[in-house]
């Protein structure tokens, strides 16, 4: 099972905080999370599997698809009801339209899987890859994300009020942080979210609201805001260096700016 080790264990390290090139003692739970991703082992499942377990599974309770090998199935429609998803690799996997809605999917890998329009409002989704997704027109509001998310595709997507900033009162192990580098977020709905201490860079949020969101302490360097309105939008200790603020809305209400670093570099009309 070597190839799980590294495809999980990789990913997750992504998501630890650097500074300097170094990794803090965060490496120790991520070589952790690598060992146990070595020793398991992912059962197999198929579509008509998971419809199975959701339809036996009793009022009340929640189905339990932990640990399943979704790979190489068609999953998409499908109504999760909340399920157990805790490890489960679904990398590549079809799931437009699914619903996760409160689901229960930390750990998950999901790199290149097409979620597009899925459900995933209130879901857990710590530690979790989603680095080269389609997660257009996707809902993840009121989501838990510490992932991995570069590249992946949010183009059109909610994600109001979800809480994917770094706690940085509660990592006693290392600061752990969500990463959209290189992130598609054209036109995205962002309004209210936490994303303090996130990685940003070269992202694109074309037309996106980003009202009175909290992007503190933030790598937003070469980020591209053109046309987005950042009402209310919290920059404090952000960095800023070569970031695009063109045709914005909300310029003056800004919060933090004046503590923020690479402003003389921002890019405005």
Excluded at 71 to 90: P, V, Y
């Amino acid at each position: 099972m070597k190839y799980q080790a590294v495809d999980q264990g990789t990913d997750i390290l992504c998501i630890f905080w650097r500074t300097r090139g170094i990794v803090f003692t965060a490496t120790a739970l991520a070589l952790s999370m690598v060992a146990l991703a070595a020793d398991k082992s992912y059962e197999p499942i198929t579509r008509e599997e998971v419809l199975q377990i959701i339809a036996n599974t009793p009022t009340g309770e929640v189905p339990n698809l932990g640990s399943k090998d979704f790979r190489g199935q068609d999953m998409s429609g499908i109504d999760f009801k909340g399920a157990n998803l805790f490890g489960t690799h679904m990398k590549n996997v079809k799931l437009t339209g699914s619903n996760f809605e409160n689901s229960f999917m930390n750990l998950t890998i999901l790199r290149g899987a097409d979620l597009e329009g899925a459900n995933l409002r209130n879901t857990s989704l710590f530690g979790v890859v989603l680095a080269d997704a389609n997660l257009k027109g996707a809902d993840l509001s009121g989501a838990r994300i510490i992932a991995n998310v570069e590249r992946a595709n949010l183009e059109g997507a909610k994600l109001i009020n979800a809480k994917a900033g770094a706690n940085m009162r509660n990592q006693p192990m290392g600061k752990m942080r969500t990463v959209l580098r290189n992130a598609n977020l054209t036109g995205a709905d962002l309004t209210g979210i936490d994303l303090s201490g996130c990685e940003m860079k070269f992202s694109v949020l074309i037309g996106a609201n980003l009202s009175h969101a909290d992007l503190s302490n933030c790598d937003l360097r070469k980020a591209d805001f053109t046309g987005a309105n950042l009402t209310g939008v919290n920059l404090s200790r952000a960095m800023l260096n070569g970031a695009v603020f063109k045709g914005i809305t909300g310029k003056d209400s800004i919060v933090g700016l004046d503590s923020a670093s690479g402003v003389d570099e921002i890019v405005f009309d």
